[in-house]
């Protein structure tokens, strides 16, 4: 086996045992779909134990390697992962969401867990960014002053989300910023990184895997992934956001889901990069 297959098994045993003791007597939990509660909480680092058991690793190649339904690509630094479309009309406040989420306003769904995603951007190398999130004291309370994150950790934290699908056996592809659209300008929404803040822990828990938020527009704390741009938080823009129906197949296609890093060119070169779908 070459020394670095040998290193990487290294780390996945270290982090596996991690994430046995860190969940040694939490309760198994699902996420909440009924609730938008989010209990205050400190940032995550690496996640906590799933409530169905411990992550699975599987090494697929060389550079690739699978946790649970997450696939990871070393050499690209691309992740992948299975959803389903799950909204063509009314308000959109998550892009990605469990199957046990909030799926009344999402554009996907989907039944990976939340931790074994969030064990891959970390043995990727993306780093968590808390600056869309107030800085909180001990009680939970803030007076609104918002963290000084290093421009290091920003660009780290940068991310494009990237959907791949098949209609009547035509191949598409497109960001999911080309499949929303903002109703008071009418325009798609503007193409952008997401911002990765990672999420928390609460009583040693993960709160994604809790509420099953993975990628939110509306600025959310329990989600992995944030929109960073205009109209994300709750206010004069509330609502805006809609499913593009034209770029949109039927609900319940099956969709492949990309995360990489941003801009799209800092991945690994000699990766081909499909065409996106023009709304």
């Known amino acids: 086996m070459p020394a670095e297959h040998r290193a990487m098994f290294a780390l996945l045993r270290c982090l596996a045992l991690c994430l046995a003791i860190t969940s040694a007597g939490a ?6 779909g009924a609730t938008d509660a989010t209990p205050a909480a400190a940032p995550a680092t690496g996640g906590v134990e799933p409530a169905k058991g411990q992550a699975v690793f599987v090494q697929l190649d060389e550079n690739r390697l699978k946790i649970g339904e997450v696939e990871l690509n070393k050499h690209s630094r691309l992740i992948h992962f299975p959803a389903v479309f799950n909204q063509r009309d009314g308000l959109l406040e998550y892009v990605i969401v469990h ?8 554009l996907l769904r989907t039944s990976i867990n939340a931790t074994h995603l969030n064990i891959a951007l970390k043995l990727l190398g993306f780093e968590s960014s808390r600056e869309l999130f107030p ?3 001990e009680e939970g309370g803030g007076d609104g002053l918002m963290p000084v994150v290093p421009p290091a950790v920003k660009a780290a934290a940068r991310v494009e989300i990237r959907l791949q699908w098949k209609d009547g056996g035509t191949a598409h592809s497109a960001t999911v910023n080309e499949c929303i659209k903002n109703t008071k300008n009418d325009k798609v929404m503007a193409a952008g990184p997401w911002i990765y803040g990672g999420s928390a822990v609460h009583e040693g828990r993960f709160v994604a895997e809790m509420t099953g938020d993975i990628v939110a ?7 992995i992934f944030n ?11 509330y609502g805006d956001w809609f499913v593009l129906t034209k770029v949109v197949p039927t609900i319940g296609t099956p969709v492949t889901v990309q995360i990489g890093p941003w801009p799209p060119a800092t991945a690994a070169a ?3 990069r499909p065409e996106a779908a023009k709304p």
């Open 99 to 106: 199957d046990k989420g909030k799926v009344h306003e999402s």
């Open 270 to 272: 000699g990766q081909p």
């Open 27 to 32: 309760a198994p939990s699902e996420p909440a």
């Open 135 to 137: 800085l909180r004291d």
């Open 227 to 237: 929109f960073p741009g205009d109209s994300n938080k709750v206010g004069e823009n």
């Open 217 to 223: 527009i509306l600025t959310n704390e329990a989600a």
